[in-house]
């Protein structure tokens, strides 16, 4: 069955920390990895997206980094930041059909 | 340029009243989708049509039907409502497939009693 997993469920650091998200997922065949960020009460809004051939890409202060043989991904974040305060969601995308499979999200609180 | 549009913000609903979601979106793109977001969860996708004058089932069809109006409007309806819907629906829209980024309204918040 495909399956997205993240961990932590929740994360607190503080202000200027960094920080590292974890998604392990069972997709086949794969086609990309998109790592959404989602603040309280709005929609996901695409931070990267990985694709089979990509190992790491970076946006900002975000660094995503893709093992296409163990099936993980992570996204660390530097210099974390108050308005980094979110939901974190890893989602992969299957060649095969036209659907995504999402993780539950990472809740990141960071603290002054 | 607005985006991806959705009305309402919030509704309440009595169990077996009906009700439809609305959705638009003004970037000219050819796929768009509903989801449901529940606590804990991730998203699922509840329809979604591929271009305009088609769409299918996703994973968590019953209950609802959807229309594409045209290409820009993509409405949800819920033609009985039950607790078990209570939720946030997001919609969403991209240029072609599910593999490309997705561009999310900012969701309406349905409590069904």
């Known amino acids: 069955k495909n399956q997205v997993e993240q961990s932590p469920q929740s994360l607190i650091i503080l202000e200027g920390k960094n920080c590292t998200l974890q998604?392990?997922?069972?997709?086949?065949?794969?086609?990309?990895l998109r790592w959404y960020k989602q603040d309280t009460g709005r929609g996901p809004v695409s931070l990267t997206i990985m694709t089979f051939s990509e190992n790491t890409k970076s946006n900002g202060r975000y660094t995503a980094t893709l093992d296409a043989d163990t099936k993980q991904s992570s996204l660390h974040i530097t210099a974390s930041q108050l308005s980094d305060s979110a939901s974190y969601i890893c989602?992969?995308?299957?060649?095969?059909?036209?659907?995504?499979?999402w993780g539950a999200g990472t809740k990141l609180i960071i603290k002054p | 340029n607005a985006g991806v549009t959705q009305t309402p913000k919030f509704q309440v609903l009595k169990t077996g009243q009906s009700m439809t979601l609305q959705c638009a979106q003004d970037m000219n793109h050819n796929s768009m989708y509903w989801y449901r977001q529940d606590p804990g969860m991730g998203l699922r996708l509840i329809y979604y049509s591929a271009s305009e004058g088609t769409t299918d089932k996703g994973e968590v069809p019953n209950g609802y039907n959807v229309s594409r109006l045209n290409k820009r409007e993509f409405s949800l309806r819920l033609e009985s409502a039950a607790p078990s819907q209570t939720s946030v629906y997001f919609c969403?829209?991209?240029?072609?497939?599910?593999?490309?980024?997705?561009?999310f309204g900012p969701g309406t918040r349905l409590l069904v009693l």
């Open positions: 998604c392990n997922y069972t997709v086949s065949p794969f086609s990309n």
């Open positions: 989602v992969v995308s299957a060649n095969s059909n036209y659907q995504l499979i």
């Open positions: 969403a829209s991209s240029v072609g497939g599910a593999g490309e980024t997705q561009y």
